[in-house]
T-cell receptor, first 113, second 112 residues
Framework: ETGVTQSPTHLIKTRGQQVTLRCSSQ?????VSWYQQALGQGPQFIFQ???????GRGNFPPRFSGLQFPNYSSELNVNALELDDSALYLC????????????FGPGTRLTVL | QQQVKQSPQSLIVQKGGISIINCAYE??????FPWYQQFPGKGPALLIA???DVSEKKEGRFTISFNKSAKQFSLHIMDSQPGDSATYFC???????????WGAGTKLIIKP
C-alpha cells in the first residue's frame, strides 16, 4: 500500500508569484484535505476535496484554490504569494469523506521571499 | 468556539516516566478527538483517537482520557522513551465535516 506523497519537498518563491503543490493520495482513498502549518503552530485547514469536488473550506482567501483529479490526486494552487504564506503545506487523504482517520504526507515546505 | 487549546507548550520527562499533555475545547458539537505525533521534517501521524461515548482508550503505552462535562481530554504516555521525543498535537472535528481543528502542539523531550 502506497502512502500519501507530496511534491515538491521544498520550494522557494518570491512575493507575488504563483505556486502549485501536488499530492497523491493513499491507494483506495477518495478524499483529500489540505492544511497549512506555520512554524511552531498546529495545522490550519484549507479545504477538502471529495470525488473531484470541494467539500468544505477553512478561513483562507480565494487565492488559495485546489483541484482533485479522477485518480483522486490533488493540487493546491496559491496565487499572488505573500510573505505570510511561508509554511509547511500538508496533504492528508482518507478513505471517504465520512471516515475519521486522515493519513498525512510529509508536506511541502514553501518559503516566500 | 472552534478553538482547541493545548498545554503545555513544551515538556521534558525522564526516561521511564509518564508524559501528560492536556487539551480543552469549547464546541460541544465536536465528537472525534485524535492525537497526532509529528517528527521534524515529517507529516503528522495518527497516534490514537477517541469519541465522547467512552472516557478512556488505551493502545499500548498511549492512553487518552476524556472528560465530556469538563470538555477536556488528555494524552498519557507511560514508560516514556527517547524515541517518543516529538511534537504532539491534539485535534477535534465534528461529524458533519471531519475538518480537523488542531491544538498548537506540545514539544516533548524524553531525557535518557
Amino acid at each position: 500500500e502506497t502512502g500519501v506523497t507530496q511534491s515538491p519537498t521544498h520550494l522557494i518563491k518570491t512575493r507575488g508569484q504563483q505556486v502549485t503543490l501536488r499530492c497523491s493520495s493513499q491507494s483506495g482513498h477518495n478524499t483529500v484535505s489540505w492544511y497549512q502549518q506555520a512554524l511552531g503552530q498546529g495545522p490550519q485547514f484549507i479545504f477538502q476535496y471529495y470525488r473531484e469536488e470541494e467539500n468544505g473550506r477553512g478561513n483562507f482567501p480565494p487565492r488559495f484554490s485546489g483541484l482533485q483529479f479522477p485518480n483522486y490526486s490533488s493540487e493546491l494552487n496559491v496565487n499572488a504569494l505573500e510573505l505570510d504564506d511561508s509554511a509547511l503545506y500538508l496533504c492528508a487523504s482518507s478513505q471517504d469523506r465520512r471516515t475519521d482517520t486522515q493519513y498525512f504526507g510529509p508536506g511541502t515546505r514553501l518559503t516566500v521571499l | 468556539q472552534q478553538q482547541v487549546k493545548q498545554s503545555p507548550q513544551s515538556l521534558i520527562v525522564q526516561k521511564g516516566g509518564i508524559s501528560i499533555i492536556n487539551c480543552a475545547y469549547e464546541n460541544t458539537a465536536f465528537d472525534y478527538f485524535p492525537w497526532y505525533q509529528q517528527f521534524p521534517g515529517k507529516g503528522p501521524a495518527l497516534l490514537i483517537a477517541i469519541r465522547p461515548d467512552v472516557s478512556e482508550k488505551k493502545e499500548g503505552r498511549f492512553t487518552i482520557s476524556f472528560n465530556k462535562s469538563a470538555k477536556q481530554f488528555s494524552l498519557h504516555i507511560m514508560d516514556s522513551q527517547p524515541g517518543d521525543s516529538a511534537t504532539y498535537f491534539c485535534a477535534a472535528s465534528m461529524d458533519s465535516n471531519y475538518q480537523l481543528i488542531w491544538g498548537a502542539g506540545t514539544k516533548l523531550i524524553i531525557k535518557p
